[in-house]
């Protein structure tokens, strides 16, 4: 069984800048393919951003690119989201996700809770 723990999210005013973290327990983490996801009140839950198990490759949503950066670390089995120049329509939880062999946005075997992103405007 894997856990994932994200942390970082919090209020920000719009055009700034957030870090989430997403730590990932057991010793498996450099054979998964991380992601992130957000779900906004109301909608389903949308890709966001992924990385492959070695780190050599990444995914973005169009909406997304250019803004944020993910990346991984294999020391410390945390995968982060750089978010910058932020937008209210970033407002969302933001969840972690992990995969044996998922594809950048579908199939991830393990979760986390979630943390809350706000972006005033």
């Known amino acids: 069984q894997v856990q994932l723990v994200e942390s970082g999210g919090g209020l920000v005013q719009a055009g700034g800048s957030l870090r989430l973290s997403c730590a990932a327990s057991g010793r498996s983490f450099s054979r998964f393919m991380m992601g992130w996801f957000r779900q906004a009140p109301g909608k389903e839950r949308d890709f966001v951003a992924a990385?492959?198990?070695?780190?050599?490759?990444?995914y973005y949503a169009d909406s997304v690119k250019g803004r944020f950066t993910i990346s991984r670390d294999y020391a410390k089995n945390t995968v982060y989201l750089q978010m910058n120049s932020l937008k209210p329509d970033d407002t969302a939880v933001y969840y972690c996700?992990?995969?044996?062999?998922?594809?950048?946005?579908?199939?991830?075997?393990?979760w986390g809770q979630g943390t809350q992103v706000t972006v005033s405007s």
């Open positions: 990385i492959n198990w070695n780190g050599g490759s990444t």
């Open positions: 996700a992990a995969g044996w062999a998922a594809t950048p946005t579908k199939g991830y075997d393990f």
